[in-house]
């Protein structure tokens, strides 16, 4: 369901978001046209008799917004340590063939050291296989950053706002596909 949009969105600001390629190109153009507004609004004086540190205070509010956004695509993209995972299986290996030992000793009833074996080393194997898919959750290539989808995807963002202001106030279509 499309988010609803205070004073509605353009045909022009519709087709500029629709020349931009990835959801990340996107909101830096977004942040990028807001950010412009706010700063051409309080040059213009139209926000009235506003102090310049609570522009700026907006301003940071807005980079605050987007900080935390790219943290969440951090997040995504970047794969779970190598050596973790290592160590969980290297442990889960040590552990399987010790336990049965230990219970041995820790408990007099064979039923019950069985038993106690089987949760333990059941728990360390599971703890192990979330190890094994935090790993790798999108994809099998072991143990590497998408370096180049990441530039790619930073390139479109720059193209996407190199393009101009918001597309209201300026925006040709020939300089934008030149850009790219």
């Given at each position: 369901r499309p988010m609803l949009i205070i004073g509605g969105i353009s045909n022009a600001e519709i087709a500029h978001l629709q020349e931009a390629r990835g959801s990340y190109a996107k909101t830096q153009l977004a942040f990028h046209w807001l950010s412009e507004f706010i700063i051409r609004e309080h040059l213009s004086g139209s926000l009235g008799d506003v102090h310049a540190a609570i522009i700026s205070r907006l301003v940071q509010f807005l980079s605050d917004g987007m900080l935390y956004y790219n943290?969440?695509?951090?997040?995504?993209?970047?794969?779970?340590?190598?050596?973790?995972a290592q160590l969980s299986a290297f442990?889960?290996?040590?552990?399987?063939?010790?336990?049965?030992?230990?219970?041995?000793q820790y408990t007099n009833e064979l039923w019950m050291?069985?038993?106690?074996?089987?949760?333990?080393?059941?728990?360390?194997?599971?703890?192990?296989?979330?190890a094994r898919e935090l790993e790798n959750p999108f994809r099998n290539v072991p143990n590497e950053i998408p370096l180049c989808t990441i530039h790619a995807m930073y390139n479109e963002a720059l193209a996407t706002m190199f393009s101009g202001y918001n597309p209201d106030s300026f925006w040709d279509a020939e300089m934008y596909q030149g850009a790219l």
């Open positions: 943290h969440a695509r951090k997040i995504m993209y970047i794969p779970f340590p190598f050596p973790h442990f889960t290996i040590i552990m399987i063939p010790t336990i049965p030992f230990l219970m041995d050291g069985c038993m106690i074996t089987f949760f333990t080393v059941t728990c360390l194997v599971g703890l192990h296989e979330v």
